[in-house]
């Protein structure tokens, strides 16, 4: 059985972890909230002060105070009041960078720092990102445009903090950054409790990046992004994602809902993630990617309910780096996970909708996959109590993969990992390629029309154990198919006519 080792420190910081020397008042340093006046120094003043005399609170008062980079400093918890706005400068040169990217609140190697209250802070994203457009395009910034938009180091995160030790980011609300809303790279003990984010205004708006972290808890939080909602990132050999439990909260993504990747370099290890509700989610729901190297390994995923998802699951064991060897999934344990699969773009209505890949890749609804690489298995995975309802419906003559062709499907190992890089597969349930040690019991696979593809297919699959299993086929297809499978137990197989579900077994 796998252990979550979440650290008890990172939950004290909710019950008092900061002991408060002082409280001041921006308006105190000169602040003005008029929404127009520049703050950004005499918020800077009052943080510095209370760091340099020890520690304490730092309070944004009810107002809209414009503001461009300010850095959290040690001892320091900045307090957004009920109905106070930290207004994000338009100009890029009101902002500072660190050594990754532009943030409107930086903190580098700061220890005891907090982000709380039930105030805003609003990055006004869209503007601020088709100014930064008008720089490159008359060179006044010189930086390649990346598919016709800045490169996302040129366009400011609302919240950037690295190298930092018991943070808390508590009851804000987030919206409308420029690129990713916040990352938190490097840190221990962070916690991240009752946030809302609301970014949708332009491209590539993470709602919470957590990259090489260790110590985290991300709770009671409502998440709508136009990218990944949730996302664990690892880019450092060195370091991972580790000791990191994220529960109880809503996503909507322009993306997935919650990603382990792309980057993953070192990894992730001894993660939970439970009591998840996705809704409106154009990827997948649950996205877990090993593609550069590192090891995923000991994560369980629990009591998942996700509505109008373009997919269940997408599990990529891939290689990026041509230099060192794929790297490692194993001992993956997903349950209880209801799913809702439309025939339909689940993402319609979003100000920056999804790309329509089947433009790219055309395809009928694509079922959950597990895909490994050949001699490098997803190993040690466990799907147990899972119900998908796909809306059906597929179509020959839009995609057709014919049985016989099941080796020529590209591993396409290199390539950026997204539930629809394969193009159209031959199974709509689930799709399992380069695995080891797989076990699928006390699930349901449905659909609501008819699909002319087998529910599950398994390819190059050792020690594959299948206990209970209730399928939608009744169009005269094989409920499994088994491609160099070996080592399997098929027991209590059952279709929705209520017979034993053929296996047909290919050389």
């Given at each position: 059985m796998m252990k979550l080792k979440t650290s008890l420190t990172v939950l004290f910081i909710l019950s008092g972890l900061y002991t408060h020397a002082q409280t001041v008042n921006i308006k105190d340093f000169g602040a003005i909230g008029d929404?127009?006046?520049?703050?950004?120094?005499?918020?800077?003043?009052?943080?510095?002060?209370?760091?340099?005399?020890?520690?304490?609170?730092?309070?944004?008062?009810?107002?809209?105070?414009?503001?461009?980079?300010?850095?959290?400093?040690?001892g320091v918890e900045l307090v957004l009041q009920k109905n106070s706005v930290l207004l994000g400068s338009t100009n890029l040169a009101d902002y500072e960078k660190n050594d990754r990217w532009y943030a409107l609140l930086i903190a580098d190697d700061q220890q005891n720092i907090g982000i709380t209250g039930q105030g805003t802070i609003n990055g006004q994203g869209r503007t601020l990102a088709l100014n930064v457009l008008k720089m490159v395009k008359n060179g006044s910034v010189i930086d390649p445009l990346v598919l016709k938009r800045p490169n996302e180091r040129l366009r400011p995160q609302l919240i950037e903090i690295q190298r930092s030790d018991k943070v808390l980011i508590k009851g804000i609300t987030l919206l409308n950054a420029a690129c990713w809303v916040q990352t938190y790279n490097h840190c221990t003990q962070l916690t991240i409790d009752s946030i809302t984010v609301k970014s949708t205004a332009y491209w590539n708006n993470d709602g919470i990046d957590i990259q090489d972290c260790q110590h985290v808890v991300v709770k009671n939080s409502n998440i709508d992004a136009a990218d990944d909602a949730i996302c664990l990132k690892s880019s450092d050999p060195k370091s991972a994602c580790e000791d990191v439990l994220v529960t109880d909260c809503k996503v909507r993504s322009s993306a997935s809902g919650v990603k382990f990747g792309t980057a993953s370099v070192g990894g992730f290890r001894n993660i939970r993630v439970k009591n998840i509700y996705a809704f409106d989610t154009y990827r997948t729901a649950i996205a877990l990617e090993i593609v550069d190297g590192g090891t995923m390994e000991d994560v369980t995923i629990s009591h998942i309910i996700a509505k109008n998802t373009g997919g269940?699951?997408?599990?990529?064991?891939?290689?990026?780096?041509?230099?060192?060897?794929?790297?490692?999934?194993?001992?993956?344990?997903?349950?209880?996970?209801?799913?809702?699969?439309?025939?339909?773009?689940?993402?319609a209505g979003y100000a920056l909708e999804g790309p329509p890949e089947e433009d790219i890749y055309p395809h009928n609804l694509l079922p959950a996959q597990i895909v490994g690489l050949p001699g490098y298995p997803v190993q040690d995975l466990t799907l147990e109590n899972i119900v998908v309802t796909y809306g059906g419906g597929a179509d020959k003559n839009k995609a057709y993969v014919s049985l016989d062709s099941l080796a020529k499907i590209p591993e396409m190992a290199a390539e950026y990992p997204e539930f629809s890089m394969f193009g159209e597969l031959p199974a709509w349930a689930l799709y399992v390629r380069?695995?080891?040690?797989?076990?699928?019991?006390?699930?349901?696979?449905?659909?609501?029309?008819?699909?002319?593809?087998?529910?599950?297919?398994?390819?190059?699959?050792?020690?594959?154990?299948?206990?209970?299993?209730?399928?939608?086929?009744?169009?005269?297809?094989?409920?499994?198919?088994?491609?160099?499978?070996?080592?399997?137990?098929i027991q209590k197989l059952v279709t929705s006519a209520g017979s034993n579900g053929k296996i047909l077994v290919l050389k």
């Amino acid at each position: 059985m796998m252990k979550l080792k979440t650290s008890l420190t990172v939950l004290f910081i909710l019950s008092g972890l900061y002991t408060h020397a002082q409280t001041v008042n921006i308006k105190d340093f000169g602040a003005i909230g008029d929404g127009l006046k520049m703050n950004t120094e005499f918020i800077q003043k009052a943080i510095d002060e209370v760091n340099t005399k020890g520690g304490g609170k730092v309070i944004v008062p009810e107002g809209t105070f414009l503001t461009g980079t300010v850095h959290l400093k040690t001892g320091v918890e900045l307090v957004l009041q009920k109905n106070s706005v930290l207004l994000g400068s338009t100009n890029l040169a009101d902002y500072e960078k660190n050594d990754r990217w532009y943030a409107l609140l930086i903190a580098d190697d700061q220890q005891n720092i907090g982000i709380t209250g039930q105030g805003t802070i609003n990055g006004q994203g869209r503007t601020l990102a088709l100014n930064v457009l008008k720089m490159v395009k008359n060179g006044s910034v010189i930086d390649p445009l990346v598919l016709k938009r800045p490169n996302e180091r040129l366009r400011p995160q609302l919240i950037e903090i690295q190298r930092s030790d018991k943070v808390l980011i508590k009851g804000i609300t987030l919206l409308n950054a420029a690129c990713w809303v916040q990352t938190y790279n490097h840190c221990t003990q962070l916690t991240i409790d009752s946030i809302t984010v609301k970014s949708t205004a332009y491209w590539n708006n993470d709602g919470i990046d957590i990259q090489d972290c260790q110590h985290v808890v991300v709770k009671n939080s409502n998440i709508d992004a136009a990218d990944d909602a949730i996302c664990l990132k690892s880019s450092d050999p060195k370091s991972a994602c580790e000791d990191v439990l994220v529960t109880d909260c809503k996503v909507r993504s322009s993306a997935s809902g919650v990603k382990f990747g792309t980057a993953s370099v070192g990894g992730f290890r001894n993660i939970r993630v439970k009591n998840i509700y996705a809704f409106d989610t154009y990827r997948t729901a649950i996205a877990l990617e090993i593609v550069d190297g590192g090891t995923m390994e000991d994560v369980t995923i629990s009591h998942i309910i996700a509505k109008n998802t373009g997919g269940a699951i997408f599990i990529r064991l891939g290689q990026r780096r041509k230099t060192s060897p794929p790297g490692i999934i194993r001992r993956i344990h997903i349950s209880d996970m209801n799913v809702e699969v439309p025939n339909a773009k689940t993402d319609a209505g979003y100000a920056l909708e999804g790309p329509p890949e089947e433009d790219i890749y055309p395809h009928n609804l694509l079922p959950a996959q597990i895909v490994g690489l050949p001699g490098y298995p997803v190993q040690d995975l466990t799907l147990e109590n899972i119900v998908v309802t796909y809306g059906g419906g597929a179509d020959k003559n839009k995609a057709y993969v014919s049985l016989d062709s099941l080796a020529k499907i590209p591993e396409m190992a290199a390539e950026y990992p997204e539930f629809s890089m394969f193009g159209e597969l031959p199974a709509w349930a689930l799709y399992v390629r380069h695995a080891e040690g797989i076990s699928i019991k006390n699930s349901t696979f449905k659909y609501l029309k008819d699909d002319f593809r087998s529910p599950l297919v398994f390819d190059d699959v050792k020690k594959l154990t299948i206990n209970n299993l209730n399928l939608a086929s009744g169009n005269g297809t094989p409920a499994v198919i088994l491609r160099g499978v070996t080592q399997q137990s098929i027991q209590k197989l059952v279709t929705s006519a209520g017979s034993n579900g053929k296996i047909l077994v290919l050389k």
